[in-house]
């Protein structure tokens, strides 16, 4: 008697393995990119929502004479804050149609720093931008001011002290 040893078609232990591998590989890159990617679209949003402040700011002091504020945290102690929304002051960041929006750039952006002159008729609101690396010399800003300007700054500080009472964007 002659035996006959069927041979059934099919892949090995080790080509399953190998191809197992590859498709590890190939998943955690795209994973990679797809993690920057949304720090990318979040830092869009940041940029357009300070964009959105800086048009509801201006529409708030146009409606007061180009007065930014009546009480504020921050007039008489530095010259910025973290952008305090309380209704307990009567400054642009308080505002029922610019709170929101701030409060919005504070969920994306976690650190923001606004600023008011002593005679409350500049102003500046700047945003830490979520893809910033940590360390403070490398954080990117985006800040936008009374002047016009929208930009970018890398560094510590995105406010800085024109004169003793006039600040604007770095």
């Known amino acids: 008697m002659h035996l006959r040893t069927k041979r059934v078609a099919g892949f090995t232990l ?3 393995l190998v191809v197992i591998g590859i498709i590890g590989i190939l ?3 795209v ?5 920057t990617s949304r720090k990318k679209a979040l830092d869009a949003a940041v940029k357009l929502e300070l964009v959105e ?5 201006e529409i708030y002091g146009a409606s007061r004479n180009d007065i930014f504020a009546a009480t504020c945290p921050v007039c008489l102690t530095s010259g910025w804050s973290a952008c305090e929304t309380s209704s307990a002051y009567d400054w642009y960041a ?3 149609s610019v709170a929101p929006i701030i409060e919005s750039i504070r969920k994306k952006a976690s650190i923001m720093e606004c600023a008011i002159n002593n005679k409350k008729t500049l102003w500046v609101v700047a945003a830490r931008l979520p893809s910033s690396p940590i360390p403070a010399s490398q954080q990117i800003w985006w800040c936008v001011d009374y002047f016009g300007v929208s930009k970018q700054f890398i560094g510590e500080y995105p406010i800085s002290a024109l004169a003793s009472d006039i600040y604007k964007c770095n």
């Open 53 to 57: 402040a800086r048009t509801a700011i």
């Open 94 to 96: 308080s505002d029922p």
């Open 31 to 35: 994973l990679a990119s797809l993690q």
């Open 14 to 16: 080790i080509e399953l």
């Open 27 to 29: 998943s955690s890159i």
